[in-house]
Nanobody, 128 residues
């Protein structure tokens, strides 16, 4: 079992920045992918970003490339999502995810059903 505690959401204005955090516990993360999905109001889950714990390889959804950066701190077992130049369409509940069932470049990296472990979610609201 992996426990994920995501945090850092809030209300910001368009153009602002925000950093989300996800602290993981319960397992060694060497073979894990960790990442973020988001769910805008009334819409489906959308892949945001992922990182492979052992190699630092990162993956991004098209809508956030160039604005969001995923990173990790091995000493704290924590993944971060730095979000810059936020837009109203970034408004969503953001969920931290983790799984160890697939390797690098696997198609499941960007699929919500590929992840077994989910945080409780943190709300990000961007006003125009």
């Amino acid at each position: 079992q992996v426990q994920l505690a995501d945090s850092g959401g809030g209300l910001v204005q368009a153009g602002d920045s925000l950093r989300l955090s996800c602290a993981a516990s319960g397992r060694t993360l060497t073979n894990y992918h960790m990442g973020w999905f988001r769910q805008p109001p009334g819409l489906e889950l959308e892949f945001v970003a992922a990182i492979r714990w052992s190699t630092h390889i990162t993956y991004y959804g098209d809508s956030v490339k160039g604005r969001f950066t995923i990173s990790k701190d091995n000493t704290k077992n924590t993944v971060y999502l730095q979000m810059n130049n936020l837009k109203p369409e970034d408004t969503a509940v953001y969920y931290c995810v983790a799984d160890a069932r697939f390797g690098p470049a696997d198609f499941r990296i960007s699929r919500a059903d590929g992840y077994s472990y989910w945080g409780q979610g943190t709300q990000v609201t961007v006003s125009s």
